[in-house]
């Protein structure tokens, strides 16, 4: 649903020779300071607030050198970190908000903060960042039956063949019942992200604190417990249940897959494959006419939310135009785009995903996710075939493994690792 005009093509290469050109812009006093950073109260919470166990992480974006902070907050909601080294840097914090809610009954809810990039020194010492709300909000009782499926891992660089070609019809999701109760997966969504984390832009109307922009959308079918998932159970979601080592040895038979994705192309060059033994997924929403494909250098984020609405209903009334101003070294154009909003209340779990060198912001709410995972180092990155990001196992009870879940993708997943759909989770010896 993305509104196209002749300015697209032109602004677009003009930021890909904005994206590599050389870093001759001023230098950063690189001398150590004291940085003070103020935390603005999070949207719908007035009066007074108290925050307490604030953990922050700087981390120097030209080097990736991470450099944590235990500081005590001040009455206006402010810490000084003291000699911060001047640097061009990512901020993360996460904390306690204590606050009275309009029964004057204290309560305590988690939040967090996060800068893309901020540039620290003498001169700029001091840096407001906005506090979110992080804590899950009351559930819908429905939700209950949902919570503790993450995504353990997704791979969407595809493979390379023996002469080196790119294979694209391999890509997978992994989804895992990361409790220690059996939890039915019927209207789970897997959702890819309209926006791209390695190109940031300034989106109006910004939704990002209550929704994600999203341009695809697929569901398990299911009228609530026919897809049971046992504890420490998975489901693999593929594009192709197929045996894909016929055409690629360096592929996978996925003919034993749970679901595949399938899409009724508009474009007789390129047509969809069915296997009617594996059950497809139910489209809700796809911008392309033809097949989707996760994005293979990972420039998209992706979400598992529970369809909280009927396909109709949804295409109907969770439309998003947004507009944006498109700048490159030689020109400019203005934008507007559709997709749809998939509302972070629906989300279970949240993955942002970039290149290691290309990342420049988030696409969803730093509630839901406050890092991001790669399996490209760079812009076309040849090396990314046959990589995948899996989440990482932080202990075993029994034979079932518990993965890493702090909303966190940057230390809740092993980027690049050699991609297996089958792979068993456990703690590495």
């Known amino acids: 649903m993305k509104t196209s005009n002749l300015f697209m093509i032109i602004a677009v290469c003009l930021m890909a020779f904005a994206a590599c050109s050389s870093d001759d812009g001023p230098s950063i006093d690189t001398t150590p300071a ?29 080097t990736g050198k991470e450099t944590p902070f235990n500081a005590p907050v001040a009455e206006d909601m402010a810490v000084t970190l003291k000699n911060v080294a001047g640097g061009y840097y990512r901020i993360s ?24 990039g901020t540039v620290l020194s003498r001169e700029n010492a001091a840096v407001s960042l ?23 891992e997704i791979f969407c660089a595809g493979t390379a063949n023996a002469q080196g070609g790119y294979y694209y019809a391999d890509k997978y999701f992994v989804i895992y019942n990361n409790t220690d109760h059996v939890l039915y997966a019927d209207s789970l969504v897997i959702a890819e992200s309209d926006f ?30 026919d897809v049971p998932v046992q504890p420490g159970g998975k489901l693999l979601i593929v594009d192709n249940a197929l045996n894909h080592t016929v055409a690629n040895p360096n592929s996978w038979d996925m003919t034993t897959a749970d679901y595949e994705w399938y899409d009724e192309s508009t ?30 250098q990972g420039f998209k984020s992706y979400a598992l939310a529970r369809m909280h609405t009927d396909k109709k209903t949804f295409l109907v009334d969770y439309i998003y135009d947004y507009a944006y101003h498109l700048t490159g070294q ?10 749809y909003r998939l509302p972070n209340s629906w989300i279970l779990d949240a993955v942002n995903m970039s290149t290691k060198a290309g990342f420049q912001w988030i696409v969803t709410s730093p509630a839901l996710d406050r890092g991001f995972t790669y399996n490209s180092e760079f812009n076309w990155d040849d090396s990314r075939f046959g990589k995948s990001v899996r989440r990482k196992v932080v202990a075993m009870d029994g034979s079932r493994a518990i993965l890493a879940d702090t909303n966190n993708s940057t230390e809740d997943f092993e980027p690049r690792v050699k991609a297996d759909p089958f792979h068993v989770f456990g703690m590495k010896k």
């Open 34 to 62: 004291d940085i003070r950073i103020t935390f603005a109260k999070p949207a719908g919470y007035s009066g007074e607030l108290t925050l307490t166990d604030i953990k922050l992480t700087l981390t120097d974006i030209n």
């Open 93 to 116: 914090a996460t904390g306690k908000m204590g606050y009275r809610n309009s029964d004057l009954v204290e309560k305590t809810v988690d939040v967090a903060a996060y800068s893309d």
């Open 130 to 152: 906005a506090l979110q709300v992080s804590s899950q909000p009351d559930p819908d009782p429905e939700d209950i039956a949902y919570r503790g499926f993450v995504m353990a």
């Open 196 to 225: 791209m984390t390695t190109m940031k832009q300034d989106y109006k109307p910004n939704i990002m604190d209550t929704d994600m922009a999203v341009a695809a959308m697929y569901m398990i079918p299911g009228s609530g417990r």
């Open 267 to 296: 474009n007789p060059q390129f047509t969809d494959i069915d296997n009617p033994k594996v059950p497809n997924l139910e489209k809700i929403y796809c911008s392309t006419l033809t097949l989707w494909s996760p994005h293979t």
């Open 330 to 339: 030689t020109g400019e154009a203005d934008m507007t785009g559709t997709s």
